[in-house]
């Protein structure tokens, strides 16, 4: 005769697995989350100095974003694949990002930005961030300019299973696919600046963000099973931020930025920009 216990340990143990193969939401305090955190750092819309806001002023700039590394505990997963080894996180240096800004009066501006799914090192992203903005000044040379920003699109990469682990006769991607994961950044955030004008603008700045990334595994295993699962988690973010834009000419600017959410991560931002 089967037993009660056995029969709902046999059920339990199905649960257990019904579990890790599905959809995960990991809490706050998971190594998936503060990963995810890490990575929004340095994909935030992150202003570079205040945008330029007389009517008709377009500015076109290039940026590059260094690309804080997660350490390998932290890579590692504690809720969705436990087990499992680290993530496959650091692909990459920095991220080049164009950007455009227009001047609408009254203190006004609009920018954006567009990474092309171009694929570099195995990543191919397809990133968009839009903000809005508006400016005052505060007395003397002395501004405050209120912004909201989003990072929108999706980025493709190996992240669960890279070409090193389909040879790992211990990781669960042994002879399976090079998997082709897709990961959602979802930014949004409001921020305020303090900033001097002349031809050095220093700034100074702090905001909120609101993270809602959405990461789904796409991974062919040597059987031929599909494991689509999907990540999801919500999270909030205080941000600070500083730097100084240089007008080196009427036409030309350079800046640099530091951008941080504390208790994550710091990216180090650079742009040059070009008024026409």
Not at 8 to 24: E, K, M
Not at 149 to 161: E, F, K, Q, V
Not at 237 to 261: D, H, K, M
Request: aromatic share 8%; charged share 15%; proline share 8%.
């Amino acid at each position: 005769m089967i037993r009660p216990v056995t029969i709902l340990a046999a059920l339990g143990s199905f649960t257990s697995v019904l579990q890790a193969q599905g959809d995960c939401f990991p809490a706050g305090n998971s190594n998936e989350a503060k990963t995810f955190a890490i990575f929004a750092v340095p994909l935030a819309f992150g202003p570079i100095g205040p945008a330029r806001s007389e009517a008709g002023r377009v500015e076109l700039g290039f940026e590059l974003s260094y690309l804080p590394n997660v350490d390998p505990a932290t890579a590692t997963p504690t809720v969705c694949r436990p087990g499992k080894g680290p993530e496959n996180t650091d692909l990459l240096f920095a991220v080049p990002r164009p950007r455009v800004s227009v001047g609408l009066g009254a203190g006004f501006a609009i920018e954006g930005s567009w990474v092309p799914p171009a694929r570099l090192n195995d990543v191919e992203a397809n990133l968009f961030g839009v903000a809005v903005s508006y400016g005052t000044g505060i007395g003397g040379s002395a501004g405050i300019v209120v912004r909201a920003h989003a990072t929108l699109g999706r980025i493709n990469a190996p992240i669960t299973c890279p070409d090193q682990e389909l040879a790992n006769q211990v990781s669960e991607c042994f002879q399976g696919t090079r998997s082709d994961d897709r990961y959602h950044p979802n930014v949004a955030g409001l921020e305020a600046l303090v900033h001097w004008r002349g031809r050095v603008q220093p700034y100074l700045g702090a905001g909120y963000n609101r993270l809602m990334p959405r990461f789904q595994v796409h991974f062919v295993n040597s059987q031929g099973s599909l494991d689509d699962r999907k990540v999801e988690v919500d999270l909030n973010r205080l941000a600070v931020l500083g730097g100084v834009r240089w007008q080196a000419t009427p036409a030309w600017s350079l800046a640099g930025e530091l951008y941080a959410t504390p208790g994550d991560a710091v990216t180090v931002r650079t742009a040059v920009r070009l008024g026409l």
